[in-house]
């Protein structure tokens, strides 16, 4: 029975169903990763996916323009990410918390919004596969790797432009600066505040993004609380890929695909008991996490306050 | 700067709460007249959002039911997305002690915080579902749904729809009606042919539309033509399945609408032939301690057949023809 999980047909759905299911995470952990690394966490990823997802599909849906949508998701986004600078950066308050209140504001926000606006349940006509001409058709890898919506290939794109950005720009040392040592940053002259609002409104837009390819590519559908959690974990797989983004890449295709697998495990009747096949994703990454070579501790400013001296 | 803030924050709270204070009624009915419309007032808690297109929805439909029968003599309040037990057990207690006369717990998982408050009003009638545990309290109603009854039904359908023989079910958490409903589906589909494959997906989740999508696109890709599903989530996997040109079976609400070429029939859950009885009884006097099922025969579970879909004349027959006898008991659905 094992073996009914090597054929063609098993693979080819785990990997493509592992990049679809991965999209999500890639948007919301990179622009996680881009706040944290300059020290500021914000566990509200899950309140923006939510009202960025609810935004795509509304705007989407009342003006068939799927890109609109996403430019919506990532107004919403961005907007979110700037009360969030503000509360943090400005206001001092506890990152942690302050995360949270927002993660409770976008759902409420996004639940309200849907009830008053949209009322039922309804599909919308989201982004549509698109084939990679020539890739596309190679066999086995076509399938598996060129057949998907343009987010996903975005989401993909993003991992090596976020490497790019911010290990072979001066933004991108700037970045990394003042998440280790702000202070320092701060007597050179740069702004620490200025480049933390930078950092946590491009998590906002990129957490809006995540939420629309959801809405508008993936699913098709807005239904309240539709993440389901999916934020928090987008949060922990920064830590787990060290903060760096192809360390990211490599916890949520590990964590999508591990849950794939379950799904066919599943489905072929293989006889683990569906509790056990659910948790395996979870448990997989914990001991990938135990058993790999320490990952850092990440940036060493992260949820500090930073208050100018004098 | 602070200052500012914290004094700005401090008036925000306090005309917040002038607000609240001015929104209560102060008109009361003077001590003398005697209160003949005093109207029934029921809350329900429950742990999804009422347009779900499943669970929440159908107690929300059951409730606007009774108040377009009842209108000005039926007063409801409606808590929903209480997911995490203790927010519900608050809000339980919160619409006890406001005196709601009825006070409905509509999730299986807040048994123990109901077992917990009835006790400390008695006046209030509490119900609880979907389960058939009253704690042998005498002011707790259980009352439950027999999801196995329309699952056979949707089963059987399904059973004669399938031309590879293969049928995907994506479920949530393998618990309460969601499993009786698949358990009920698997021994209807296996009664038309014994030989027809269902693969039964427990996602371990109410909620998690991505996973429940990816778990219908996997059934599809291997091989089933015929799938259904139950909890909220599943609004993803009908999507994959109208996707694919292929059939879906709905239950909980009705889910026809949604999408019309691809589902088949819901089975709907109308639960306000057991709220007029909870209703009756509290009117008797009689405050809990009774079980309930919503099933095929007292109108509590109804096979919505969706008029889109052409449905040959054999499989209609066969509906009926299951339908009664699960009604006069000559179909038993076999337990797992």
């Known amino acids: ?310 | 700067m602070k200052k500012v803030l914290t004094l700005v924050s401090v008036l925000l709270v306090v005309a917040m709460f002038l607000g609240a204070c001015a929104q209560t009624p102060v008109a009361e009915p003077p001590a003398a007249v005697e209160e003949t419309t005093q109207p029934l007032r029921i809350a329900v808690v429950s742990p999804s959002s009422i347009n779900d297109l499943a669970f929440t929805q159908s107690i929300s439909d059951a409730l606007m039911v009774l108040k377009a029968e009842m209108g000005e003599g039926l007063e409801y309040a409606f808590t929903e997305n209480m997911f995490v037990v203790d927010d519900a057990a608050a809000a339980i207690r919160d619409y006890a002690t406001k005196g709601y006369d009825i006070v409905i717990a509509h999730g299986s998982q807040y048994g123990s915080s109901v077992q917990e408050i009835a006790p400390d009003f008695p006046e209030t009638v509490f119900a609880w579902g979907t389960t058939v545990d009253t704690f042998g309290l005498p002011n707790v109603h259980a009352y439950e749904a027999a999801s196995d009854q329309g699952g056979y039904v949707n089963g059987v359908m399904a059973g004669m729809l399938t031309k590879s023989k293969i049928i995907g079910v994506v479920g949530p958490i393998e618990t309460g009606d969601a499993k009786l409903y698949v358990d009920g589906f698997v021994a209807g589909a296996k009664s038309v042919d014994p030989d027809i494959d269902v693969r039964v997906t427990y996602i371990g989740s109410f909620s998690d539309v991505a996973l429940a999508s990816e778990a219908a696109t996997t059934h599809i890709a291997a091989g089933a033509d015929v799938l259904t599903g139950s909890a909220q989530m599943v609004v993803g996997a009908i999507g994959k399945a109208e996707e694919a040109g292929l059939y879906w079976f709905g239950t909980q609400a009705d889910q026809n609408a949604f999408a019309p070429s691809t589902v088949v029939a819901s089975q709907v859950y109308h639960w306000e032939g057991i709220l007029r009885e909870i209703i009756a009884l509290r009117a008797a006097g009689i405050m809990g301690g009774h079980t309930f099922s919503a099933d095929l025969q007292n109108g509590g579970q109804v096979i919505n057949l969706n008029p889109e879909i052409e449905l040959s004349d054999e499989i209609k027959a066969k509906v009926e023809e299951v339908i009664a006898g699960i009604n006069d008991g000559s179909i038993v659905i076999p337990k797992p």
């Open chain 1, 1 to 310: 029975m094992i073996s009914d999980l090597l054929s063609a047909t098993v693979i080819i759905g785990i990997i493509s169903s592992g990049i679809r299911l991965a999209t999500p995470y890639l948007f919301a952990s990179i622009g996680e990763m881009f706040g944290q690394r300059s020290g500021v966490l914000n566990l509200g990823v899950e309140g923006q996916m939510l009202l960025g997802s609810f935004a795509a599909f509304y705007v989407t849906l009342e003006t068939n323009n799927v890109w609109l949508g996403v430019l919506a998701a990532m107004g919403v986004g961005a907007l979110m990410g700037l009360a969030m600078a503000f509360v943090t950066i400005n206001l001092h308050a506890t990152q942690g918390i302050s995360g949270i209140g927002f993660y409770l504001f976008g759902m409420g926000m996004s639940n309200l919004l849907f009830q008053k606006l949209v009322g039922t349940v309804e599909g919308v006509k989201g982004f549509q596969k698109i084939s990679v001409p020539l890739l596309g058709k190679i066999p086995v890898i076509g399938e598996i790797f060129f057949n998907h919506n343009a987010l996903v290939y975005l989401a993909f794109l993003l991992v090596p432009v976020a490497w790019f950005v911010l290990n072979k720009t001066t933004l991108g040392l700037k970045i990394r600066a003042v998440g280790e040592n702000p202070e320092a940053v701060d007597s050179l002259g740069v702004s620490v505040a200025g480049i933390r609002y930078l950092t946590v409104i491009m998590g906002g837009v990129f957490s809006g993004i995540a939420g629309a390819s959801l809405s508008i590519a993936l699913l098709n559908v807005f239904q309240q609380n539709m993440t389901a959690g999916q934020g928090f974990i987008a949060v922990a797989l920064v830590y787990f890929g060290g903060w760096k983004p192809f360390g990211i890449l490599g916890g949520a295709l590990l964590f999508s695909m591990i849950n794939a697998l379950q799904l066919w495990v599943q489905v072929l009747g293989i006889p683990i008991p569906a509790e056990l096949a659910v948790m395996m994703p979870y448990i997989l990454t914990i001991l990938v996490l135990t058993l790999s070579v320490s990952k850092g501790q990440g940036p060493s400013a992260l949820t500090k306050v930073f208050e100018r001296e004098g």
